[in-house]
């Protein structure tokens, strides 16, 4: 398949009054043609300023310290957008990739109109006549499902609900038809009904312009029906990647393990729900084994001194703990994910 | 529900509804003829489609909005009485003097009556101190909530500092400390600004913040859907245990229904500004009646590859029901559903 993006070895830090927090530290992926990557992970673990990273949009004490951004353009050219000057940027972003944020209202300019927010980016990377951009930013309206898209050009998002709001800004991402569209939870915010319609949406536009799609979300469920591949991250790295088979049916990091036994099924209902016990590790001063060690039950004494190598389990499967060693003694995942692999193709929630 | 009559009744809606005039004076039906209650400890979700009026009905619970019509009860006492009763009863009061200058005495006793009414209501619209203690609310938008330019220690104690809840300045940090042990923060954190957090800390933030007044009764809209997993399954969790040491009550607004699932005793189901469907958890579950409902639920995505990839999701028409013929019906005790008889005898027989 036909590489869009590499990310090689990517560390990003931000510099704050306590010190350097690495933010992301390590990560390593490439993304496809047509294909859609899930990235899930604990609050905090860097899915947004990873992605942000792509995009160039850190805050200004945010740094990319190391590593490679490769975009390859449709004509073969590779650009490493980690020293791209801004300028060359400019080019790329909303018109190549395009982001949807993860806070509706801080992407949206509250004193401007929806219209002119959708339209300004439409005549600025497709040379539309304003007329032209005025009929396809109503379009737009329509196509991400909000009703009497004529009158809502004229109101302004105060007036929008917080579903309305996130997809009006996935309409904005979708007008210049981009080869990357980075969604930034964008479903959180919507009801099951709405949500499945926008991922039929952002999947019928994948189908037609063969964009990539990098879609971090929290709800595991989405990732099951979206995703082609899953990165799992924790405290700034990935510390699981496989196709969504793999980490679904057989996971193999203990993180992912206890994300999935988190989720509420009928089995547990009226029970205390599993959670992870403990905090997430300070990015400030990051442990040096796997940053995961600390809470995990399944740690072994080499996962609090070296932090482990990104161990193949099958082509498509990889994942970092000391587990996966061929010395490693065998452990037994919890019993909910033990079920997970046994019950493939079968729901555990009614 | 027969087991509610002996509970305390802590909130009790009746006909709320919220109406937006927006520009070329089009009128949006936000909340539009609502009933329900709320009893001591229980929580009580609301779920719907975005725009369906679930965080308008928050606002208005909470006094953000001044209603358009219906009253509110918070233990016992109105809080709120919609400005269209008001209206009516003037328009009442103006007949009965016409008719009392005619000779009719006997409206003498109605117009006084008519106008105490008018005098508590307006009194009751006013906001008291212990109410806005006693009910708090954890908004959606929580970036938008935050105060950017305040320190996280300094928004947590807000409710401390409005209502005079601390005598030392030692004793105010201790119980932001608590708190933001608590929500799974650490000390450090009291001491940074809302933008060095990420989405779901922020949400931590604004959990925090609700909790420091020490409420009993808290409206959480989409408290966790920032969330990732492991931190949803701590903060539902932690939710629940303040509801069992204290007895709090919520009102749990949400989309992600096997969360809701999960959390709430009772649900209620909204569409269009209007409660189309409310019971037991376990009524709306497992035998939902609406349509409306059916559909929501047959959206609800679950974390497995091949039962998602082979799902079918049941579409509703809405223009196949209207909402203003149907009644509101007690199908079976305590389960209720907006429909004609004849929609409702076709509905239950599928
Ligand atoms: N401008 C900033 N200054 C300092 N630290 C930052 C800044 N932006 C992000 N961070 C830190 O970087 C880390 C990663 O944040 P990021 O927003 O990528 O998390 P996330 O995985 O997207 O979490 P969530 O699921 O909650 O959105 C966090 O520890 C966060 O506190
Ligand atoms: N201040 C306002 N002015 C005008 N219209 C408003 C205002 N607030 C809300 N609305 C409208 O009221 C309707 C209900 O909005 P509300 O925010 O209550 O929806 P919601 O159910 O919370 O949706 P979501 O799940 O997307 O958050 C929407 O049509 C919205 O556009
Ligand atoms: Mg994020
Ligand atoms: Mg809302």
């Known amino acids: 398949m036909e590489k869009l993006l590499e990310v090689k070895n990517l560390n990003v830090t931000f510099e704050t009054h306590g010190g350097t927090v690495q933010a992301i530290r390590d990560v390593s992926f490439d993304l496809h043609r047509g294909e859609t990557l899930a990235v899930v992970g604990e609050s905090g673990s860097g899915k947004s300023v990873m992605t942000k990273s792509v995009m160039r949009l850190l805050a200004d004490n945010g740094n990319i310290k190391h590593g490679e951004i490769l975009y390859h353009y449709e004509d073969g050219t590779i650009v490493d957008i980690a020293k791209l000057r801004d300028g060359e940027m400019h080019k790329i972003r909303g018109a190549e990739i395009a982001m949807v944020f993860q806070d509706p209202m801080t992407s949206l300019n ?3 109109t929806i219209g002119k ?46 579903g309305m709001r996130q997809r009006i800004v996935i309409a904005v991402a979708l007008a210049c038809n981009p080869n990357i569209l980075i969604c930034d939870e964008p479903t959180t915010a919507l ?37 082609d591949r899953v990165a799992v991250m924790y405290a700034g790295k990935i510390c699981e990647i496989g196709t969504s088979s793999d980490v679904f049916y057989t996971p193999a990091h203990p993180y992912t393990w206890g994300l999935l036994a988190s989720k509420p099924n009928t089995d547990n209902l009226g029970e205390k729900l599993y959670s992870i016990p403990g905090t997430p590790p300070n990015l400030l001063d990051p442990p040096k084994g796997d940053a995961f060690a600390l809470r995990s039950n399944y740690a072994l004494e ?27 003694p065998k452990v037994e995942p919890p019993k909910v994910v033990q079920r997970r692999g046994a019950k493939k193709g079968v729901t555990n929630n009614g | 529900m027969a087991k509610n009559e002996n509970k305390e009744l802590i909130l009790d809606v009746r006909n709320l509804k919220q109406y937006f005039k927006i520009k070329g004076g089009v009128i949006v039906k936000a909340v539009d003829d609502i009933s329900f209650k709320i009893y001591k400890g229980e929580t009580f979700g609301l779920v719907g489609e975005s725009g369906s009026g679930k965080s308008t009905t928050g606002r208005s619970i909470i006094k953000l909005y001044e209603p358009t019509g219906g009253e509110v009860y918070y233990k016992g006492e109105r809080i709120t009485v919609g400005q269209h009763s008001i209206d009516e009863w003037k328009e009442q009061i103006k007949i009965l003097k016409k008719e009392l200058k ?28 212990d109410l806005r203690q006693s009910m708090q609310m954890i908004f959606q938008d929580p970036m938008a909530s935050l105060n950017p330019r305040m320190r996280v ?21 201790e119980k932001v400390m608590k708190l933001l042990d608590l929500v799974g923060l650490s000390e450090d954190h009291a001491y940074r600004y809302p933008h060095e957090f990420s989405g779901g800390q922020r949400q931590r933030i604004g959990i925090a913040r609700a909790l420091i007044t020490n409420p009993d009764f808290i409206i959480a809209d989409e408290p966790i859907s920032a969330l990732d997993v492991s931190i949803q399954a701590q903060v539902v969790n932690l939710l629940n245990d303040l509801k069992a040491d204290f007895g709090l009550t919520y009102l749990f607004i949400a989309h992600d229904l096997s969360m809701v699932h ?16 409310l019971g037991t958890s376990e009524d709306i579950n497992y035998h939902p009646i609406h349509p409306y409902t059916r559909s929501l639920l047959s959206a609800i995505p ?49």
């Open chain 2, 102 to 129: 005619l000779g009719k005495t006997e409206n003498a006793e109605i117009i006084a009556k008519l106008e105490e009414r008018i005098k508590t209501a307006s009194n009751d619209n006013i906001v008291k101190p």
């Open chain 2, 262 to 277: 999960y959390i709430s005793d009772r649900i209620a189901v909204m569409h269009l500004g209007r409660i189309v469907e």
């Open chain 2, 302 to 350: 679950q974390p497995d590859p091949d039962y998602e990839h082979s799902r079918k999701r049941i579409d509703y028409n809405k223009a196949e029901v209207d909402y203003y013929a149907g009644t509101w019906t007690e199908v079976t005790p305590g389960h209720f559903v907006l429909g004609t008889a004849e929609e409702i005898s076709k509905w239950t027989s599928k």
């Open chain 1, 110 to 112: 509250p004193t401007m």
């Open chain 2, 153 to 173: 220690i300094d928004i947590i104690a807000e409710g401390l500092d409005v209502h005079h809840l601390f005598e030392t300045e030692e004793e105010r940090k």
């Open chain 1, 302 to 328: 080499l996962d609090f001194e070296e932090q482990p190598p990104m161990f193949k389990i099958s082509d498509t499967h990889y994942a970092a703990t000391w587990l996966l060693h061929p010395d490693a």
């Open chain 1, 191 to 227: 009801d099951v009904t709405i949500q499945a319609q926008i991922i039929d949406l952002i999947k019928e536009l994948q189908q037609q312009t063969k964009a990539a799609v990098i879609f971090i979300t929290h709800d595991l469920g989405v990732v099951a029906n979206i995703a």
């Open chain 1, 117 to 162: 927010q959708i339209m300004e980016p439409i005549m600025k990377h497709q040379n539309l006549s304003k007329k032209d951009a005025r009929q396809k930013a109503i379009e737009l309206i329509s196509m991400v499902k909000i009703d009497r898209p004529t009158k809502r050009m004229k109101q302004y998002p105060h007036e929008f609900s917080g």
